[in-house]
């Protein structure tokens, strides 16, 4: 077949797979799971359409990338929501499960009698492609964030104008949560201002921090160093002094390609990426933008690289998928491999043994189809 000589064919354990969380733009409590293979040591992206991400000629379209499985839809009743919502998700206790929120509106609107439903969260394990549930937070409102720390998850949003923004903390083994203190204000006063407060979670209290840096997606800490995609920049290190609760710039690195030069315009737009770390110094980007050709479909462009030495990025593979649909956009990506830094004593995985199978969930074989 024509192209069969850019495919990159590797045995499957020679790889680390790393999963892109995908939301549509037609319904934003609905997400597709992507599953990306990338080749142990060498970076290479498998089985995508090698070369840098430029516009895609409708003549040579890249080869598909199909979803492993689809959350929040009207087809599985066990993940359904009718309502009108917004996914928040994030990888949480152990690293192949995705915990999931869908937020509701602040207001229940008249004509959605639905919006009185009060569901659970969900959580989908990448390793069984089963489906749980877990408690939803108490005040459960739109705006929220899921933040993953030191074995807890904290929920971030605001359930109400009056009410203000929420801060509770979920304990997995009970499968509960519990109240923590209100945000300070100043983290919400003025768009353009960009103020840094750090809660420290044995204090069970709330700090402003000095120094400020502006990064795109979530940081990823390597040691006392933290690595993070810039918005003024291609990607900033970085380092935290929790004794002075301050933020120093260490180094702007620079080499990455400039994806968003090629992925802006006429054609594209709606650019997003998030970056993933796949151990060491080795990380993998992924980006995404709204094709308007009228094709029906989307490319992902992945890039594979390590920091070095020097203040300098090493491009490993760069290379690109299509999805066949469009209006998406990048929430969330990690691998299963490499899990969130939790604390120096090594806060072991936590079992939670409330944690219910949906039962009408079948498995799933390698292609994300339902079987028996």
């Not at 094709?295 to 020097?310: A, C, E, L, N």
Request: aromatic share 12%; glycine share 8%.
């Amino acid at each position: 077949m024509e192209g069969e000589c850019s495919m990159l064919v590797k045995q499957e354990s020679t790889y680390k797979s790393v999963f892109i969380l995908a939301r549509t733009r037609r319904r934003a409590n609905e997400g597709y799971l992507f599953e990306v293979k990338i080749g142990q040591g060498s970076g290479d992206i498998i089985g995508a359409r090698e070369g840098i991400p430029v516009p895609i000629d409708a003549q040579d379209r890249p080869p598909l990338l199909h979803p492993v499985t689809k959350f929040f839809d009207d087809e599985k009743s066990h993940t359904a929501f009718s309502y009108i919502g917004s996914l928040v998700a994030v990888t949480f206790n152990g690293p192949s499960k995705l915990y999931m929120l869908v937020t509701a509106p602040v207001e229940p609107k008249p004509y959605l009698r639905s919006t009185k439903l009060k569901p659970k969260g969900r959580v989908f394990d990448t390793e069984t492609k089963s489906f749980y549930e877990f408690e939803r937070p108490k005040s459960f409102g739109e705006g929220a964030n899921l933040i993953p720390a030191y074995g807890k998850l904290y929920h971030l949003g605001r359930c109400g104008l009056r009410e203000g923004p929420a801060f509770e903390r979920y304990d997995p083994c009970n499968d509960c949560w519990e109240p923590l203190p209100h945000v300070p204000a100043e983290l919400f006063r003025g768009v353009w201002t960009l103020t840094v407060f750090a809660f420290h979670v044995i204090e069970n209290k709330w700090h402003p921090v000095s120094g400020t840096v502006s990064i795109l997606g979530r940081a990823v800490v390597v040691g006392d160093t933290i690595y993070a995609l810039s918005t003024a920049f291609q990607m900033v290190k970085f380092s935290f002094d929790s004794s002075m609760y301050s933020i120093t710039i260490k180094q702007l690195l620079r080499g990455l390609e400039n994806v968003r030069r090629y992925a802006m315009g006429e054609r594209f737009d709606n650019y997003s990426e998030y970056m993933v770390h796949l151990g060491n110094l080795e990380f993998c980007r992924v980006c995404t933008a709204v094709d308007n050709s009228g094709d029906g479909r989307q490319p992902i462009w992945i890039t594979t690289f390590q920091i070095v030495d020097t203040p300098h990025i090493k491009i490993l593979h760069s290379a690109v998928f299509d999805v066949d649909m469009t209006g998406y956009y990048i929430y969330h990506s990690f691998t299963p491999y490499v899990s969130f830094p939790t604390h120096p004593s090594q806060i072991a995985r936590i079992t939670n043994p409330k944690e219910k199978k949906l039962r009408d969930h079948g498995k799933r074989d390698a292609s994300g189809k339902e079987t028996a």
